[in-house]
Structures are given as C-alpha cells and as structure tokens.
C-alpha cells in the first residue's frame, strides 16, 4: 500500500489514510498493516496530511459510508493520495457526476471477497481507483514462507496498466 501511495504522490501532494478505528473492536491484523504502512511512508521521508479513524461494527462488511468518501475526495488538493484500508469508494452515480474529474489519487485495500462483490474495472476506468491491493481468491499456504512471498500468495497488487490480473465479478 505504502509503495503504490509513494509512487502516485505528486508534487505538492499530500497521503491522507482511511482506517478502521480499532480502539473498541480490536483488530491486531489491521494495526499491525497501518504501522506498517506509516513505516514505510516515513521511511520514504513523507509525511501523512490526515488520519480518519472510522469506528465500523466487526460484523459488517468494510467499506467508507460514501458521503465520506465523497467529502474526502472532493476536498483533497491535487497530486494528493488518499489511502483506503477499508476499500474502494463506493460513490452513486450522482456524487460520481458531482466530483467530475478527480485531483487525488486512490489506493485501496479491497481484502476477502470485495473484488467478487464490487466491478473495480469500472472505478478503475471512471478514475476512482489508481491502485488496489486485492486478496487472492486461490491461496496457497502462507506458513512457511518468508513474508514477502507469504503476502505474494494471500494478495496481488493491481494498477491501471496491469488489469487483466484482476479477477472477473462473480455473478451471484
């Protein structure tokens, strides 16, 4: 997430992050990613311009309420990336039309099944996603590998240029 962040980060810019507020439903997983995440950020001598710690109930699906989405998006300045952990904005067609071309970058964090449920192509193609980090659907197993291949096996990485290895939606 950090590496696709620091790449899409234009001149002037600004990383704004959306995470799960963790401090009432623990989630070790989902701390350990965003310490991560702020690591690296800082290790590339970047600074992060907002945190927005979203409180979700554990039992719900995650995903940004889209009024957020929306305001943050339409707020950020140009050449800025707004990091999701909690997925691809999920706009109307009214706020899509409303917003008009987008300043910001947007990467996204798109974990279980999201990608059999959400046509990231299409926020793709309408520049709502700039890059993705996608769960596998086939995993093999993770235990006995070094991190970086154990993170290889469980996700893939999907920008613009590379589409065609992002699974098809399943029809339900």
Partial sequence: MAQQALRL??????IKVIARDTAAFKQPAADIQLQSFKKEVRRAGVAIAAMQLLQVDPLRPLEVAPGDF???????????VIVSFMGPPLLSDEQRLELGDTKARIVAFCSGDLADHVDLRTLFDRQLLHAAVVSRRSVADPRNSKPAE??????????AADLSALPAPRVL
């Fill in 9 to 14: 980060l234009g001149k002037g810019g600004q």
């Fill in 70 to 80: 929306f305001e943050l998006i339409r707020k950020a300045p140009s050449g800025s």
């Fill in 150 to 159: 154990s993170f290889d096996q469980l996700y893939m990485s999907v920008t």
